[in-house]
């Protein structure tokens, strides 16, 4: 009883009200009434004279199956049934294959993506009337294809699907996929950007080998980033010891003649918040590279082929920190084939883009052992695998590097490579 | 229901209305004629453009219509104080849709339209296709140029939009 008169409360729903909850649907009848009428409506109607005995003009009496049982003894009916069977299949599928191929090509941050995009969709915008009728003229052998290469001398050509019945349809695919594919790669590109713009969404392509769990971390990273940290010590040898552990193997990374780089490693996994601080926006462009370091960076690692005036001033001395980015161009690497590969992005920054402000620097440790077969080419392969790869100097003076002074032979052949750097190489993974 | 109702409108091939709109326009008495044919796009286009807007205003967060409601407006205040202002890509992706598709249409200009109510791809088509006389691949080659051109300047001047347009459908859908 304490609840009636608190229900009586509610005011009833004014006239106004009414009005607005029937409005939207007032707003919207329009719509509803023609899409039922023309399109249902018609389909309808349709499927109903499908079943009378209309000629050229309707007639409304009941036929029952006769129209289909005459469709189907018809026998253009099935050859044109057997032609959208080849042509269906095949423009799918080679659509589906052409577009993903053009797609995944236009998605490695190559120079001039958006206009070889627009080029790529533009057939798309084309009638179908032009395309076919373009097409006819192209594959006419008396006039397009076979008549150029006839021309061009080489007279025993023939390309004449055209004239011929048995191939005919597949010149209609030919046209069909021309115009298609485009649009085909449009939507796989708009699916990628699609997956990987809300900041909540995993990266939709891994790179494989590092997607080994990172013990007790959760980031959602491309599982795994690890930091390498290497010791750049000329004409000394240290072991690769990845975890601490010593490894079998005896990293000797020439840099030229007069240097070689050791290599130790250590792997920490990722901190989560990391990864998602450098998420912000496209991934590639999270894990790009600062290009005016690229220049300048690589010509240090290039340190033996400089001249003594061109060093530092504090060459020879524990080096600050410095930073390597290497991004040669080398789409599918061997490392990892199918890994999605950028290049040349001049970005970065935003993201405090300075790998000085990044304390984290990762790498990709089960990577990192195949350093002693030279840390450019590696890094090469790396950043051809899809990874931008630092490579950062910290001071020196860490116990846990091997003999800092170089060599007296190292600084007499140019080399300004610093007598015990910490290095760090820091290789990360894009995803799409 | 009423969006996958007509969702489908945009995908039926639309051979299967024609009889059935040839007769309709017979009795409206306006077969074979440019206002016959203005109405069929119409009707036809309107599955494509309600997708669109329909995909454009469901990015919309609903706090920003309820934020309106609480202040007091009404449907159509909200259409067009909120609404309509932020819907001028979504508009430029119709339009943009909608030029191209009826320009490039074949279909229900051959069907709907005879003699000087033809549209250019129907005269192209009529044109190359001509059995009779000489082939004067210089006049059907600009014909096609012509034809293919509009297009051209659309998508170079708005490729964005017109791209969205294409792809409108199938991510967000």
């Known amino acids: 009883m304490t609840d009636s008169p608190h229900t009586k409360q509610y005011p009833r729903r004014s006239f106004m009200d009414v009005l607005e909850i029937v409005v939207p649907k007032v707003v919207l009848a329009p719509t509803t009434i023609a899409a039922l009428l023309f399109v249902y409506g018609f389909i309808l109607w349709t499927a109903w004279i499908s079943f009378t005995k209309s000629r050229l003009l309707p007639r409304y009496e009941f036929a029952g199956f006769y129209q289909y049982i005459k469709l189907f003894t018809n026998d253009r009916w099935w050859v044109a049934s057997k032609n959208l069977l080849i042509f269906g299949g095949l423009f799918v599928v080679l659509c589906i294959l052409i577009g993903l191929l053009l797609a995944i090509l236009l998605d490695q941050r190559i120079r001039a993506e958006g206009a070889l995009r627009t080029i790529y969709l533009y057939p798309m915008a084309l009638s179908f009337i032009v395309t076919g009728t373009a097409w006819k003229w192209i594959l006419n052998p008396g006039l397009g294809l076979e008549r150029l290469v006839h021309q061009m001398g080489f007279t025993d050509f023939t390309f004449d699907w055209l004239v011929d019945p048995e191939m005919a349809i597949y010149t209609v695919v030919i046209a069909g996929v021309w115009q298609s594919s485009g649009f085909v790669m449009a939507l796989f590109l708009a699916g990628c950007a699609a997956s990987t713009t809300p900041s909540s969404r995993p990266p939709r392509w891994t790179v494989p080998a590092c997607r080994a769990s990172t013990g007790g971390s959760s980031s959602p990273v491309c599982a795994r980033s690890f930091s390498a940290r290497s010791s750049f010590c000329p004409h000394r040898h240290q072991e690769l010891r990845p975890g601490g552990r010593p490894h079998p193997r005896r990293p000797r990374l020439c840099l030229g003649s007069a240097g070689h780089l050791h290599v130790r490693l250590r792997l920490h996994p990722q901190p989560a918040g990391l990864w998602r601080r450098q998420r912000h926006g496209d991934a590639g462009r999270v894990m790009a590279i600062i290009i005016p370091y690229l220049y300048s960076e690589l010509r240090q690692v290039q340190w033996i082929k400089r001249p003594e005036s061109a060093q530092k001033p504090n060459a020879g001395q524990c080096r600050p920190r410095q930073a390597v980015h290497l991004q040669p161009a080398d789409p599918f690497g061997p490392l990892f084939p199918g890994a999605p590969f950028r290049h040349g992005p001049h970005i970065g920054q935003e993201h405090g883009g300075h790998p000085h402000r990044q304390p984290d620097l990762h790498a990709l440790g089960h990577h990192l052992r195949c350093l002693e077969r030279g840390l450019e080419q590696r890094l090469h392969r790396w950043s051809a695998a899809g990874a931008s790869v630092t490579i950062s100097g910290t001071p020196s003076g860490s116990p846990s590097r091997g003999r800092s002074s170089p060599p007296s032979s190292g600084r007499s052949t140019g080399t300004s490579f610093p007598s015990g750097v910490f290095a760090e190489a820091r290789c990360f993974f894009p995803c799409c | ?173």
């Open chain 2, 1 to 173: 229901v009423l969006f996958s109702l007509l969702l489908i409108g945009c995908f039926i091939p639309f051979q299967v209305i024609l009889l059935p709109m040839a007769r309709t326009l017979g009795a409206l008495g306006i077969s074979q004629s440019l206002s016959g044919l203005i109405m069929v796009h119409i009707v036809y286009g309107l599955a494509f453009t309600t997708l669109f807007f329909r995909n454009y205003y469901v990015t919309i967060p609903d706090e920003l219509i309820k934020a309106a409601r609480i202040d007091g407006a009404g449907f159509f205040r909200i259409f067009w104080k909120i609404i309509l202002p932020i819907s001028a890509p979504i508009f430029v992706v119709s339009i943009i849709w909608q030029t191209t598709q009826i320009w490039n249409d074949f279909l229900f200009g051959v069907v709907f339209s005879t003699g000087e109510n033809q549209p250019i791809t129907v005269a192209l088509n009529n044109l190359v296709n001509t059995s009779t006389g000489v082939k004067k691949y210089n006049v059907d080659m600009a014909a096609a140029i012509i034809a293919a051109l509009p297009t051209l300047v659309v998508y170079l001047l708005a490729g964005k939009y017109f791209m969205r347009g294409l792809t409108a459908g199938s991510v967000k859908g």
